[in-house]
């Protein structure tokens, strides 16, 4: 793959960037740039739907489903642009986790009944897979369903469960089969988050804003049918699922878009006079991650052009997912870093940020969110994995220890 941007490649970018000029809300772009968390889901509604009307609502899903077909690079190109306009990233638990499972290993009439309205935006999804003592353990999960009849009954508890209170449909990683060793006995299972008997409480989180939750099932019952596959595969399922992004895991684009928000303060904030951008301090530091960030974009790139190189796969992965969670975590500490005192008020919810902080000389624009970001993000060497599980992941399948 030719990594070097050519003509084709800029005219696309352009197109790309054209049409979020046009198109995208400013104040939805604005609270974006903001990034509390969670985003509404109003502002997740609003983006997908605007993708899929232009075509790109799943870019990497079959064309017959609403995908793109384009090249490794046309999509990085994309996705540069996506985070460059502050487009929300997808509907991530949809379009990026559970859809391509349901194109792989689902029947036509769950294409046909779930792949519509994830592409618009319709329905929202969220993961339940994580359990009290069942994280990074997952497959000693403990949530159980049996079949009454023609209906799944399920029982048992999720937790960290992000977006729950406003999904509507959740997938959920459950326990058929006790009798068979732990991975051999779980299925996947589409729930609806009306259900009666499915009970979500929310989880504070240390931003001030609410994504988290526990997911409480008691006695669920859902149609024989919403199970994906078959029954006792949910262990594979749920690797393809969480493979399936192989790259995404660098969290690369909102790297980049972070940096350049950590930029922006720092050539608007001053130290003695002197833009704290250009002290050589303060440019070491951005210099540093710059570099860092170059790297983790060309590791992406490779991985993207199907490169093969000694290492596993899966270390690859792994490798991506520990250097962008903590780069992540650096650049929203240089940006906190950079604006000093004025951090302090720079957290809150989205009304919080944007009227209370917003635009006044004393809290310019460039403030908001940031400080809700930096400890948000204190969770991204967590979700998703965490650090000390990929840095096993690494020492075992990289160096065979
Ligand atoms: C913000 C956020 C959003 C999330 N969203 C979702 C979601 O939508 N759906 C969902 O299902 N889950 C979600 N999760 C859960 C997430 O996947 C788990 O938190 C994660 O897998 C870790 O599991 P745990 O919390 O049970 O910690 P544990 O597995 O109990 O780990 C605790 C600590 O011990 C370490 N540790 C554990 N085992 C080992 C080992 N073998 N070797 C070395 N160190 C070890 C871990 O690295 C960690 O530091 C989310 C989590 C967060 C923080």
Redesign the pocket.
């Known amino acids: 793959m030719n990594f070097l941007p050519d003509s084709e490649h800029d005219a696309f970018r352009a197109e790309v960037r054209a049409f979020f000029k046009e198109h995208l809300p400013a104040d939805l772009a604005r609270r974006t740039y903001i990034g509390t968390h969670p985003p509404s889901v109003e502002d997740y509604r609003t983006c997908q739907r605007l993708l899929n009307e232009r075509g790109w609502g799943a870019p990497h899903w079959p064309v017959e489903w609403g995908g793109t077909a384009w090249s490794p690079m046309k999509r990085h190109v994309f996705m540069e642009e996506l985070y460059a306009a502050d487009v929300l990233d997808y509907g991530w ?1 949809g379009t990026h986790m559970i859809g391509p499972v349901i194109i792989a290993f689902g029947n036509d009439a769950q294409r046909r009944r779930f792949l519509p309205p994830m592409i618009n935006g319709d329905e929202y999804w ?5 359990e009290p003592n069942a ?3 997952l497959a000693s999960l403990r949530t159980r369903a049996h079949l009454v009849g023609r209906e799944w009954v399920i029982s048992g508890q ?1 937790i ?3 977006d729950a209170h406003y999904a509507d449909w959740g997938f959920f990683l459950v326990r058929t089969d006790a009798s068979v060793k732990p991975q051999r006995g779980l299925s996947l299972l589409l729930v609806p988050m009306s259900s009666t008997g499915l009970r979500v409480r929310a989880i504070e989180s240390i931003h001030g804003g609410r994504d ?1 939750n526990e997911v409480f099932l008691d006695d669920v019952r859902v149609p024989a049918d919403n199970i994906v596959g078959e029954a006792g595969q949910g262990w594979t399922y749920a690797k393809y699922l969480l493979e399936k992004e192989r790259t995404a895991s660098a969290s690369l684009y909102q790297n980049k878009r972070e940096l350049e928000k950590a930029r922006i303060i720092a050539r608007e904030e001053t130290v003695g006079g002197c833009r704290l951008i250009d002290t050589p301090a303060f440019a070491r530091k951005i210099a540093l991650i710059e570099a860092d960030l170059l790297a983790l974009q060309w590791s992406v790139l490779r991985v993207l052009a199907g490169e093969n190189n000694a290492n596993d796969p899966d270390a690859v992965v792994s490798a991506l997912k520990v250097r962008g969670s903590e780069l992540l975590q650096r650049v929203s500490e240089l940006q906190v870093e950079a604006l000093g005192p004025r951090a302090l008020r720079a957290f809150g919810s989205h009304d919080e940020a944007a009227n209370l902080v917003d635009g006044t000389p004393q809290w310019p624009a460039y403030v908001a969110g940031r400080t809700a970001q930096f400890l948000y993000l204190r ?1 991204a060497t ?8 990929q840095k ?1 992941i690494i020492a075992k399948r990289a160096f065979g220890l």
Not at 126 to 130: L, M, P, T
Not at 382 to 389: D, L, P, Q, T, V
Request: charged share 15%; glycine share 16%; net charge neutral.
């Open positions: 638990q969220c993961q339940g897979f994580s994280g990074s353990d999720k960290w469960t992000s988290l969770a967590i979700f998703g994995g965490s650090r000390e599980i096993n």
